[in-house]
């Protein structure tokens, strides 16, 4: 694995701590964590149970933790840390979600909330049993919806698992989900609400486009928001949403790589101001593949990698429809 930081902790505004004395336990909530940095993964289809598919995708139980480590390594700590979805390799068994909670652990360890949207390749009820603690922090009874705030924004987080039809809650088969996101008219019609009310700057993420679930003119046209980030593609990307050519309300779009399987792999710190906010895109990997772990990269891939990692997307605050009044 390449793991070059060109650029990478310096856009960030993050620091390492070298010093092998240090001790975190002595320092406080309130130095040793930033509460407007969150760390974002997503994609990190692990399999718990190699049985389940003998030449699925073992590579993430391998990259995951390295991730995580330079997420712990970050000083300050982000206060926060939010899993785009895709926690399963493929069919969202109960192991996935327990082998995630277990690799994720040391994030919570160490003081950084976690937060978490559904996938395509997850299961509602195994992730609940795997995080039973996410059960209170649900902002609708039948969806995997949440919320998290910084001193400066929001990122409201939605649930875009497309299950066969009347097994929204049923264990998982190997017929799996649809690939393809959507909502429900409760989701949607808490989107608007929320999204309406917003008296703060408001980002939505969620594991797919927001073409997919048909939300592209509720996020452009909301006054406060100013954000749409989301995984499922392990392409890193910036875009932006409109609502036709002469609609002034844009929103800049993010595309997060993957935590261990398939394509761009990484992650990407979120750090939001009070008039804006920033995506630092870390990438440390191209396709990882186990049996080339000791062996140089492809040029393609190197390049990818030299590419986006220490990239930066800026959010600003600022929609000339609210003001021109188009
Ligand atoms: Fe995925």
């Known amino acids: 694995m390449e793991l070059t930081r060109r650029g990478f902790i310096a856009g960030a505004g993050a620091s390492i701590a070298g010093c092998a ?73 109960e192991e996935d979600f327990r082998l995630a909670a277990a690799s994720l652990k040391p ?23 795997a995080f039973p603690e996410y059960r209170q922090r649900l902002l609708l009874p039948e ?51 929320t999204l309406a009310a917003a008296t703060r700057p408001t980002f939505v993420g969620a594991h797919h486009p927001a073409r997919e679930p048909g939300i592209v003119k509720e996020v452009v046209n909301a006054p406060a928001a100013f954000g749409y980030i989301f995984g499922h593609n392990h392409v890193v990307a910036e875009g932006f949403l409109h609502d036709g050519y002469s609609n002034t309300r844009t929103v800049q779009t993010a595309t997060l790589p993957s935590g261990g399987f398939w394509g761009d792999i990484g992650y990407a710190l979120f ?42 997307v800026t959010f600003w605050y600022d929609k000339p429809g609210n003001f021109y009044g188009s």
């Open 143 to 193: 969806r995997i919806v949440s919320k998290v705030s910084t001193p400066n924004a929001d990122l409201v987080l939605l649930d875009t698992l497309k299950s066969r039809p009347g097994r929204e809650w049923a264990e998982p088969t190997n017929e799996g989900n649809f690939v393809e996101g959507t909502i429900d008219a409760a989701q949607r019609k808490w989107l608007a609400e």
């Open 21 to 93: 004395s240090y001790k975190r336990e002595t320092l406080s909530m309130a130095t040793s964590h930033d509460p407007n940095l969150i760390a974002f993964l997503s994609d990190i289809h692990l399999l718990g149970n190699a049985a389940r598919w003998k030449d699925g995708p073992d590579q993430s139980s391998v990259v995951l933790p390295q991730l995580v480590s330079e997420i712990l390594a970050l000083r300050p700590l982000p206060a926060h840390a939010v899993v785009f979805g895709d926690f399963s390799a493929s069919c969202g068994w």
């Open 271 to 312: 750090r939001t101001f009070e008039d804006r906010a920033e995506l630092t895109f870390r990438q440390t990997d191209f396709y990882f593949n186990r049996l080339w772990q000791d062996r140089p990269r492809p040029k393609n891939w190197r390049e990818r990698v030299r590419m986006h990692d220490g990239r930066m």
């Open 107 to 129: 994030l919570s360890d160490a003081g950084i909330a976690l937060s978490c949207a559904m996938g395509n390749h997850d299961n509602r009820a195994c992730f609940l049993r």
